[in-house]
């Protein structure tokens, strides 16, 4: 009914960027959230950063001042800017959607994006 289709995971220096990307498309009525969350081997899934459809955005503690999400709502997708890249970022970074499809409301997630950082 909704797919993610994710994109922009990678390896990257510690100190360098990457954007993530993900575009959700199905039978959807409408979007509430958007967001990434990520888990690391041994560790739970966690948000890294979500952005409700009025514009309003939380992130984790641990990327404020380095990660910015942001939504395009006319083509239904969402961005995660990460900059100041550590190693501690490396994780599967998962796409997260809250949506009303005719069957109502429900919870979708992407397949997910590697995102390794060396040090």
């Known amino acids: 009914q909704v797919q993610l289709v994710e994109s922009g995971g990678g390896l990257v220096q510690a100190g360098g960027s990457l954007r993530l990307s993900c575009a959700a498309s199905g039978n959807i009525v409408s979007i509430h959230v958007m967001g990434w969350y990520r888990q690391a081997p041994g560790n739970k899934r966690e948000l890294v950063a979500r952005?409700?459809?009025?514009?309003?955005?939380n992130y984790a503690d641990s990327v404020k001042g380095r990660f910015t999400i942001s939504r395009d709502n006319a083509k239904n997708t969402v961005l995660l800017q990460m900059s100041s890249l550590k190693p501690e970022d490396t994780a599967v970074y998962y796409c997260?959607?809250?949506?009303?499809?005719?069957?109502?409301?429900?919870?979708?997630w992407g397949q997910g994006t590697q995102v390794t950082v060396s040090s």
């Open positions: 952005i409700i459809t009025d514009g309003s955005t």
């Open positions: 997260n959607v809250v949506a009303t499809t005719p069957r109502g409301l429900d919870n979708f």
